[in-house]
């Protein structure tokens, strides 16, 4: 696909048309069930739509529409689960920890899909590419199984106000406490550009490498994303102490400035040095942005409310992601 830029726009857009789309009713639904039990059936749905590309992967007139079908499911699974995440930790972690909780989430997130799962994706896809999707069928069944291990909190703690009677008043909630919270709805819109930048950076990224260099832009593409893995698996663990020594809101604003840079820098040169620094620096600081993002969204939003603000603050956020990565292609 490195060779289609509109084919690899295309299934970029389709992994990210989840959030627009369903963003507002995740959050809500998440509020509504049981957590746990949402993000193991979000997980499991995701196995199975990558189990039918497997079993669709030979037939060559349902390959294609098989993958962009699948990359849709996986979005919006990814829907469910990350707006079920975060209201596990306010169920369960003390505020005083959450920090600390959310750093090592980002760790172990960006350590299975950046770090180790470049490599072992590459590894696999050179021995078949159904045997990979395989693979990742059994990761997500095992994700499926650990969710259910997760403690239920003793109580949800709803609050003193009423519960909606609707999902849809449940939405409506939810937006008009994220638009009515100023520090929120500012770090929602400036996610919303640095995701639109990212999209574009994954969907362009190994064509322009192709084009500008001789030859292994996908080993070259690989090895600016374990860059930014790296980056963002150290830039997780030292989040607790960089809030303490600098402040949130500088390392917030100190990220704009990276990713920014490393857009314009990929824009510009195509010399692998230079990209890989540049990654480094832009997982670092987006590894540091999602774990304070997480813990102020966590410490800021009421409770029981915690999904249905989720929602809509990740809607504003990757709304731009599947309009930039199609614009891209």
Same mark, same amino acid.
């Given at each position: ?59 060559? %007139? ?107 008043? %449940?939405?409506? %909630? ?35 490498? %192709?084009?500008? =260099? ?17 980056? =963002? ?27 920014? =840079? ?66 891209? =292609?």
């Amino acid at each position: 696909m490195a060779s289609a830029p509109g084919t690899s726009a295309a299934v970029v857009a389709c992994l990210s048309l989840g959030w627009p789309l369903f963003g507002l009713l995740g959050g809500a639904l998440a509020d509504r069930h049981d957590r746990r039990a949402v993000f193991a059936s979000a997980n499991a749905r995701r196995a199975l739509a990558l189990g039918i590309l497997l079993a669709l992967w030979s037939v060559p %007139e349902a390959a294609l529409p098989a993958i962009f079908a699948a990359a849709f499911v996986f979005g919006l699974g990814e829907v469910l689960a990350d707006t079920a995440v975060p209201g596990i930790v306010k169920d369960t972690v003390p505020v005083a920890a959450r920090t600390r909780v959310n750093g090592r989430i980002a760790a172990a997130s960006t350590s299975a899909n950046d770090f180790v799962g470049p490599l072992a994706g590459a590894f696999l896809l050179g021995l078949h590419p159904q045997l990979a999707l395989g693979c990742l069928v059994l990761v997500l069944v095992a994700a499926v199984q650990a969710g259910r291990l997760v403690p239920r909190p003793a109580t949800r703690g709803r609050g003193a106000a009423p519960r909606p009677t609707t999902l849809a008043a %449940e939405v409506v %909630e939810g937006l008009r406490y994220l638009l009515g919270h100023a520090a929120l709805l500012r770090m929602a819109v400036a996610a919303m550009g640095l995701a639109g930048g990212w999209a574009v950076w994954l969907g362009l990224m190994p064509c322009q490498l %192709e084009v500008e =260099g001789s030859g292994g832009a996908g080993y070259r593409f690989g090895l600016l994303l374990m860059g930014f893995a790296a980056g =963002g698996l150290i830039g997780a663990g030292l989040t607790v102490r960089l809030v303490r020594v600098v402040g949130a809101q500088r390392l917030l604003l100190a990220d704009v400035v990276g990713t920014a =840079g490393l857009l314009t820098l990929s824009g510009t040169t195509a010399a692998l040095p230079a990209l890989l620094i540049a990654a480094f620096a832009a997982g670092f600081g987006g590894a540091v942005w999602n774990v304070i993002a997480s813990t102020l969204r966590q410490n800021l939003t009421d409770e029981g409310q915690i999904g249905r603000v989720t929602g809509p603050f990740r809607l504003v956020a990757y709304a731009s992601m599947p309009v930039a990565a199609l614009l891209a =292609g």
